[in-house]
């Protein structure tokens, strides 16, 4: 079965229907008690990224100038998301 859901891909999969490919976010409390694993470790990008592209800032709306603003004042929450690994597990 294939979906582009992925609240039906995780339950398929948390149900023995099948595997899935979803963010770790998604799956991080059933990974911890076991209720889901991991396959094929070595295929699973390790790295996550998130670029802010955007024209010159000269003439950017004032709503696009908050929100790259904000994402500023939140990039370390967002890269602990990103990460898979709370600050807490990481020991931070």
């Given at each position: 079965?294939?979906?582009?859901?992925?609240?039906?891909?995780?339950?398929?999969?948390?149900?023995?229907?099948?595997?899935?490919?979803?963010?770790?976010?998604?799956?991080?409390?059933?990974?911890?008690?076991?209720?889901?694993?991991?396959?094929?470790?070595?295929?699973?990008?390790?790295?996550?990224?998130?670029?802010?592209?955007?024209?010159?800032?000269?003439?950017?709306?004032?709503?696009?100038?908050?929100?790259?603003?904000?994402?500023?004042?939140?990039?370390?929450?967002?890269?602990?998301k990103?990460?898979?690994?709370?600050?807490?597990?990481?020991?931070?």
């Amino acid at each position: 079965m294939i979906s582009d859901d992925f609240t039906v891909t995780k339950a398929f999969a948390l149900n023995h229907a099948g595997i899935c490919y979803l963010p770790y976010s998604l799956l991080r409390d059933e990974l911890n008690t076991g209720d889901a694993k991991t396959l094929l470790e070595p295929w699973v990008p390790q790295e996550r990224t998130m670029l802010l592209v955007y024209p010159d800032k000269r003439h950017l709306p004032l709503k696009s100038q908050l929100f790259i603003e904000f994402i500023r004042e939140k990039r370390a929450e967002f890269r602990e998301k990103l990460s898979g690994i709370s600050q807490t597990e990481s020991g931070e």
